[in-house]
């Protein structure tokens, strides 16, 4: 079965700063991972997914990913965080085998920003 | 704005009711996907429609039913409703099917039962 851990319910990190929002899977083939930001009451966007190919991802808002098959991790990470930037965000992992296409999200990492 | 839309944004209801959520696909987008989103259980999948047939199912209730239309809207049943069933529910859609697809969310129904 599939799984995938956020072990931080909340990062905390100061304006300007890099950010890190922790992502590990279990997967039984192989991993198709995203991440997603929830806004206060609203659905959650995509940022970036990592299907194949280049180990690091780039995708929206200046985030970025990196695909690490030996740790089985997904960290999502910006170089220099935003107060914006605070949000709930979502780690999701979908397995290329055995013909399901259930997705399953993490809990969810809270991230504050500090201005 | 995901292109996703969802009606009702906002259910209040009591128990043993039931109860019907829809959802919108962005254009040109085929499969549609419920999640039902809780403080204590996080955000949990509950079924996945392609083109009008069950492509996947997750921890969904028998109390809850799904069904997507020829004009490939979606139609999300809840019944006999519980006070646990107190939750957010949110559709996303995807062009296909597949693994790779990236979802698009919409802005969810919030559901309470009193």
């Known amino acids: 079965a599939q799984s995938v851990a956020q072990p931080e319910d909340q990062v905390n990190v100061a304006e300007g700063n890099p950010l890190t929002v922790k992502c590990t899977y279990s997967?039984?083939?192989?991993?198709?991972l995203f991440w997603y930001v929830q806004y206060p009451n609203r659905g959650l966007q995509f940022l970036l997914k990592y299907i194949t190919g280049d180990n690091l991802v780039k995708g929206s808002y200046g985030f970025e990913a990196e695909f690490n098959k030996s740790q089985t991790s997904f960290h999502l990470k910006k170089p220099s965080a935003l107060v914006s930037d605070s949000a709930l965000y979502f780690c999701a992992v979908r397995d290329s085998s055995g013909g399901s296409y259930i997705p399953t999200f993490g809990r969810g990492t809270s991230l504050i920003v500090h201005p | 704005d995901s292109g996703v839309t969802q009606t009702p944004k906002h259910l209040i209801t009591a128990t043993g009711q039931r109860v019907t959520l829809r959802c919108s696909p962005r254009s040109g987008d085929l499969s549609v996907y419920w999640y039902q989103q809780s403080l204590d259980q996080g955000l949990q999948f509950l079924i996945q429609?392609?083109?009008?047939?069950?492509?996947a199912k997750g921890n969904i209730l028998e109390r809850f039913s799904a069904q997507q239309f020829p004009d490939l809207h979606s139609e999300l049943n809840l019944s006999s409703l519980e006070l646990g069933d107190s939750a957010l529910y949110f559709c996303a859609s995807s062009l296909l099917a597949g693994v790779e697809e990236t979802q698009y969310f919409g802005p969810g129904t919030r559901l309470l039962v009193l």
């Open positions: 997967v039984s083939g192989n991993p198709y």
């Open positions: 429609y392609y083109n009008g047939e069950e492509r």
